[in-house]
């Protein structure tokens, strides 16, 4: 069963049309992906189904709710997260407070509670098993900064898991890692995937291939390719474009 719809979906800014009749569905506990050349829609379409942008015509249902038109802070009350392709982190806090203040009860208390966080045992606790779960167990007093890149990547995804979100949109979470890292945040993605449904855009055509059930192509703001990646390989319009040899 979706977990997330999207129907005939239309986003254009002024004269141009970014997204035209975009219909999708995210299954519960599953993968998809979402891939496409430069400038097809993709990140368009996930600002648009995460509330940064308003669609101008069409419904995106999340468990069975219209949340089309809804800000952001309200879809991510709901059950939504996402990470960004630029990460989003606070550089001068510590990994630890970093999860710390996405935790939903700290959210609600505001920034302003952090000197009494860190008397806070199980608040502590539950941050300290997130960071343990991305594979950051023994950086929990380390500074955003000073971590290495892929491990900034993992804290992102792991900012996300403390909101304790049942679906999870991930844009380019491979950006700048090299194969290391890469397979590393490939197997963080599949561990996590045990508990959530999950939505790449991964310009890695062999991360998204080896790790997602379903992939969407998009182009020219459309939906031109659905299925597994098995079935798209097989697929005319992607073999013949510059994706096929990617795929």
């Not at 800014?13 to 993709?42: C, S, W, Y």
């Not at 939903?104 to 960071?131: C, F, K, N, Q, Y």
Request: charged letters at 25%.
């Amino acid at each position: 069963m979706a977990l997330l719809e999207a129907h005939h979906v239309h986003k254009r800014f002024g004269d141009q049309v970014v997204l035209e009749n975009i219909t999708l569905a995210f299954e519960e506990n599953r993968i998809n992906g979402i891939m496409g050349p430069n400038g097809a829609g993709k990140t368009t379409c996930f600002n648009v189904l995460t509330g940064r942008y308003k669609p101008d015509r069409g419904r995106i249902v999340f468990d069975g709710e219209d949340i089309a038109g809804l800000p952001p802070h309200k879809i991510a009350r709901k059950g939504i997260a996402r990470s960004f392709q630029l990460m989003n982190l606070f550089d001068q806090y510590r990994a630890i407070e970093n999860i710390t203040l996405a935790l939903p009860e700290v959210r609600a208390r505001g920034m302003s509670m952090m000197h009494d966080l860190r008397t806070d045992g199980e608040t502590g606790d539950r941050a300290a098993a997130i960071l343990a779960r991305i594979g950051l167990a023994g950086k929990e007093n380390v500074e955003a900064k000073d971590l290495s890149y892929g491990e900034r990547r993992a804290l992102e995804i792991g900012v996300a898991l403390a909101a304790a979100p049942r679906i999870l949109f991930l844009d380019e979470p491979t950006a700048g890692l090299g194969s290391e890292a890469t397979g590393q945040i490939a197997d963080l993605i599949a561990e996590i995937r045990r508990d959530l449904t999950i939505v790449v855009i991964e310009h890695d055509m062999q991360f998204l291939f080896g790790l997602a059930d379903k992939i969407t192509v998009i182009h020219w703001g459309q939906v031109i390719a659905e299925g597994t990646p098995q079935a798209l390989q097989e697929d005319e319009w992607v073999k013949r474009s510059s994706l096929g040899g990617l795929a």
